[in-house]
C-alpha cells in the first residue's frame, strides 16, 4: 500500500502562506472527499487540523484551509506562526476499506 | 473530557505475540469506529487497522493481515491489538485514534481523537 505524496519540507516566514500539497490516485483521493489533515510536534500524537478536504474541527484556527483537485489535496496555513512549525500528515479512504497517509511534510518557520 | 489511553507495550522478541490495549473515556465508546495507527521510529504514520462500532467489521493494511487482529469489549471501553508472528518492522509507537459519527454506524473516515500511543520493540 503506497503512500500518498507529500513534499518532504516547506518552510516560510512568520505572517506568510505556505501549501503542502498531497497527491494521491483515482482509488483515494480522486474519488472520494475523505481527506483529511493531522499536525504532529515531535513526541507528540497527531492532531487534526482538517476533515472531508475543507472542513475546520473547532477550536482548530481559520488559518488552516484545505481544498482539492483531481487527485491532489492541499493544505494551506496562511499568517504562519512559530507555532505552526511542526509535521503535516494528509489522510485519504482508499478502496477497497483502507486508509493511506501521506509521507510526511516538515513544516519551518523561518 | 475524551481520553484513549494506550497500554502493553515492551519489548519483545521476533516471532513472538503481543496484546496491546487503548482505553477510552468521556465518549460513548461503543457508538464509536476505532483505528490503530502506527509510527515506526523516525517514520510517518501508517494505518493499521480499523473495527466497527460493535465489533462485526474489521479490515487491515495489507502489511499486518493474517498476522494482526483487532477486537474490543464494549463493556469494559477498550480496545485490541493481538500481534503475533513479529518482525522487526513492526517496531513503532501504535496509537489507537477514534473515528466520530454522526449516525451510529456509519463512517465518517478520520480521527478526531488520538491517545499517546504505546512503544513496541521487536528485537530479532
Known amino acids: 500500500q503506497s503512500a500518498l505524496t507529500q513534499p518532504a519540507s516547506v518552510s516560510g516566514s512568520p505572517g506568510q502562506s505556505i501549501t503542502i500539497s498531497c497527491t494521491g490516485t483515482s482509488s483515494d483521493i480522486g474519488d472520494y472527499n475523505y481527506v483529511s489533515w493531522y499536525q504532529q510536534h515531535p513526541g507528540k500524537a497527531p492532531k487534526l487540523m482538517i476533515y472531508e478536504v475543507s472542513n475546520r474541527p473547532s477550536g482548530v484556527p481559520d488559518r488552516f484551509s484545505g481544498s482539492k483537485s483531481g487527485n491532489t489535496a492541499s493544505l494551506t496555513i496562511s499568517g504562519l506562526q512559530a507555532e505552526d512549525e511542526a509535521d503535516y500528515y494528509c489522510n485519504s479512504y482508499r478502496r477497497p476499506s483502507s486508509y493511506v497517509f501521506g509521507s510526511a511534510t516538515k513544516v519551518t518557520v523561518l | 473530557q475524551v481520553q484513549l489511553v494506550e497500554s502493553g507495550g515492551g519489548v519483545v522478541q521476533s516471532g513472538r505475540s503481543l496484546r496491546i490495549s487503548c482505553a477510552g473515556s468521556g465518549f460513548p465508546f461503543s457508538n464509536h469506529a476505532i483505528h490503530w495507527v502506527r509510527q515506526a521510529p523516525g517514520k510517518g504514520l501508517e494505518w493499521v487497522a480499523v473495527?466497527?462500532?460493535?465489533?462485526?467489521?474489521?479490515y487491515y493494511a495489507d502489511s499486518v493481515e493474517g498476522r494482526f487482529t483487532i477486537s474490543r469489549d464494549n463493556s469494559k471501553n477498550t480496545l485490541y491489538l493481538q500481534m503475533n508472528n513479529l518482525r522487526a518492522d513492526d517496531t513503532a509507537v501504535y496509537y489507537c485514534?477514534?473515528?466520530?459519527?454522526?449516525?451510529?454506524?456509519?463512517?465518517?473516515?478520520?480521527?478526531?481523537?488520538w491517545g499517546q500511543g504505546t512503544l513496541v520493540t521487536v528485537s530479532s
Open positions: 473495527i466497527s462500532y460493535d465489533g462485526i467489521t474489521k
Open positions: 485514534a477514534r473515528e466520530p459519527y454522526l449516525v451510529v454506524g456509519v463512517a465518517t473516515f478520520y480521527f478526531d481523537y
